[in-house]
Structure formats: C-alpha cells, structure tokens
C-alpha cells in the first residue's frame, strides 16, 4: 500500500527510449552514406534535379499557364548533359561557346539547380515541339510523352552528334559538296557493347559509292566527323535484353582522342 508492497529486491525492467529512425530508401541502413547524410560540411546545398511536369505547378507565359507532364525523356536528356557540363572540362568549354537551347537550359541547370525561371524556360522550349491542348479555365496542357532520341533530333539539330561531308568527283554535279549534320549516329552492334569501339571506327571510315544523281556518272566520297558529344542509337538484337553499366567500355577513342 502507498508503494510500501513493492518488493525491493526485484529485478527492474531497464527503460529505453524509442528513438524514431531517420527513413530510408534502403532495406538496411549503410552507414558511409549516413555518415555522408549527417555531415552537413559533405552535403550540397544545390538542389539539381528538376522535377518531372508531373509534380509541378501551372507555369505561367505571357497570359497563359501551362501544365506539362510526362517530362521524363526531356528532364534525363539535360540532367545527362548538366552532369557532363560538370565533370568534363572540355565539354563545359563546349557547351559555353555554344547557343543551342538545351545545352543553355543545362548549363543554366547546372550552374544555378533548378528554379521557376527554369521551368518556365522548360515549357517555352518544350511548346515548340509538342502540341498544345485547351484544358479547362484556358489552361494549356501538353503531353510530353516521347522517347529520348525524339528529344535530341527535335532540340539538337545544331549541335549534332556527327557531320558529314559529301564531295562527288563531278564539278558540275548537284551533290558537289553537302554538309549533312546527325543529331544522333546509328550503329550496328553484333556483339553487344563489346564492339562499340568497332562499330564507331566504321561510322567514321571514309566511304566510296556511285553518285545517286540519275544525270552523274561521278564518285561519291563520304567523310563523317564526330563531334564533342555521340547520342548513339544502337540495333541491338532484342529489345528483351538488360545490360547493366559494366557492359559499357570504359574508354572508347574518338578523332583520335580517349
């Protein structure tokens, strides 16, 4: 009675405090990356991805506000690029000597993260390639549903992965002398990735061939030159297959250049 009842020789139960856990997108907490979570001097205080349309407020242009959505193939193109403006040095020399839109819009991404000016900048080049819908209250949606090769050939016809030069032997010939610019270059993989290095040499081998002009008789020479970025579409043998990032070679060699 009065606590007098309690029997002081009892063994007590040892008190713990429930301590809430930090969540993660891990099964079992890694602790390198908690150490790199709760050190703020190895944080970055630059939030640089952009956000899918999906997830994102009506952007207003002019009088109109637009939704866009489905913005995934748009978004990987310049994350990739804003990556690469980061690490390569070259590139970054590249890319600021360069007026292309997305390559601004990734410089832009790199340098500042993203922003609601960015996004406005996302709509206002996206509305270019994409149709517009009527929505309700005179909001403009558009779908921007396409795959990442779509996005290169519609926004980087001036910044090409490859030119090629074509010079028939003819003076007085049509095709005397054409530059054909090629967002993206198209190889023929046989053995996976394993052949890239292969496969690239081909493309840019100097090619011969009869001049397609019906009133020529002359000879077609053909030269490609790659560029300071390759966008490459590769045949590969079924579209079932995986590959992770060990299949890709480390190196490859361009214009002479690792």
């Known amino acids: 009675w009065r606590g007098q009842g309690k029997d002081q020789n009892a063994i007590q139960p040892i008190k713990t405090t429930n301590c ?6 891990y099964m079992n907490a890694m602790p390198e990356i908690d150490k790199l979570l709760n050190s703020k001097h190895l944080r970055s ?13 009506p952007v207003r242009l002019g009088k ?23 690490d390569i040095p070259s590139y970054k020399c590249y890319v600021d000597g360069n007026d292309n839109e997305i390559l601004t819009f990734s410089k832009q991404l790199a340098n500042k993260s993203s922003n609601q000016s960015l996004y406005n900048t996302r709509v206002s080049i996206i509305r270019k390639i994409f149709n517009e819908n009527e929505g309700i209250t005179n ?4 779908d921007v549903r396409c795959n990442v090769s779509f996005i290169i ?3 980087m016809k001036n910044a090409p992965s490859s030119i090629e030069d074509i010079v028939c032997s003819k003076m007085d010939c049509t095709y005397i002398k ?4 090629s967002p993206t270059i198209i190889l023929r993989l046989k053995h996976e990735f394993s052949t890239l290095q292969n496969a690239l040499n081909r493309y840019a081998d100097k ?16 030269i490609r030159y790659l ?11 079924a579209d079932e297959q995986q590959f992770s990032l060990h299949d890709f070679p480390v190196e490859i060699c361009v214009n002479s250049e690792m």
């Open 64 to 86: 109109d506000k637009y939704i866009v959505y489905n913005t995934c193939a748009f978004d990987s193109v310049v994350v990739m690029l804003s990556m690469a403006y980061i």
């Open 45 to 57: 205080n630059l939030n640089s991805l952009i956000l899918n349309g999906n997830t994102t407020t």
């Open 139 to 142: 909001l403009k949606v558009i």
């Open 227 to 237: 560029q300071n970025h390759l966008f490459i579409e590769a045949d590969i043998i």
């Open 153 to 155: 050939i519609n926004l």
């Open 20 to 25: 809430k856990k930090r969540p993660t997108k």
């Open 178 to 181: 054409r530059h054909i610019s």
């Open 207 to 222: 090619t011969y061939y009869e001049c397609p002009d019906k009133n020529c008789d002359g000879i077609i020479t053909s």
